[in-house]
T-cell receptor, first 114, second 116 residues
Framework: DTGVSQDPRHKITKRGQNVTFRCDPISEHNRLYWYRQTLGQGPEFLTYFQNEAQLEKSRLLSDRFSAERPKGSFSTLEIQRTEQGDSAMYLC????????????FGEGSRLTVL | AQSVAQPEDQVNVAEGNPLTVKCTYSVSGNPYLFWYVQYPNRGLQFLLKYITGDNLVKGSYGFEAEFNKSQTSFHLKKPSALVSDSALYFCAVRVLSSGSARQLTFGSGTQLTVLP
């Protein structure tokens, strides 16, 4: 499968714990995005990388959230001191440099904070 | 700020009938408009996009959408619905002239159910 891969697919954690999600992009795609989707809502933008550079961050991305893309390939999204309000589907999407905006999404990582 | 509205949370249509899923947008500048579909336990899949040119764009699985600048709408259509079209549909917009040039802004989604 050469699509966007996300791991883990499901994560259940207790409030206050840290969690980390990983995204492996389509190999030739240098743009990578993280979105969050809650039930009944559309995806909300969190952050954007072009290669290893984090170029945009949403106000939704509190200081408990951090994302990295150290070598311009895979990316990680870490949430520290999780809260129940962090429960959501975390989506990774990628695109090649020269395209007009369509994104290729992974299947998401579902987080449940108890 | 850019925004997208999908006024219908749920659309039901009989198999074989035409379907329309509505989307309106609000942007400053020229919009790039997209439709995505999400099947249960699957990632969002790109259906079609409007960038420039012909207002009627055709996409995957027989879907099409019409860009209407005066009404700021981008409704998704299909002449004959299939049961397999049942899914959650999202409209999205992107504006290159804005400060947030890279992100897509999504609507809240419309659940389409095609009844056999």
């Amino acid at each position: 499968d050469t699509g966007v891969s996300q791991d883990p697919r499901h994560k259940i954690t207790k409030r206050g714990q840290n969690v980390t999600f990983r995204c492996d992009p389509i190999s030739e795609h240098n743009r990578l995005y993280w979105y969050r989707q809650t039930l009944g809502q559309g995806p909300e933008f969190l952050t954007y990388f072009q290669n290893e550079a984090q170029l945009e961050k949403s106000r939704l991305l509190s200081d408990r959230f951090s994302a990295e893309r150290p070598k311009g390939s895979f990316s990680t999204l870490e949430i520290q001191r999780t809260e129940q309000g962090d429960s959501a589907m975390y989506l990774c999407a990628t695109s090649p440099f020269a395209n007009t905006g369509e994104l290729f999404f992974g299947e998401g990582s579902r987080l449940t904070v108890l | 700020a850019q925004s997208v509205a999908q006024p219908e949370d749920q659309v039901n249509v009989a198999e074989g009938n035409p379907l329309t899923v509505k989307c309106t947008y609000s942007v400053s500048g020229n919009p790039y408009l997209f439709w995505y579909v999400q099947y249960p336990n699957r990632g969002l899949q790109f259906l079609l996009k409007y960038i420039t040119g012909d207002n009627l764009v055709k996409g995957s699985y027989g879907f099409e959408a019409e860009f209407n600048k005066s009404q700021t709408s981008f409704h998704l259509k299909k002449p004959s619905a299939l049961v397999s079209d049942s899914a959650l549909y999202f409209c999205a917009v992107r504006v290159l002239s804005s400060g947030s040039a890279r992100q897509l802004t999504f609507g809240s989604g419309t659940q389409l159910t095609v009844l056999p």
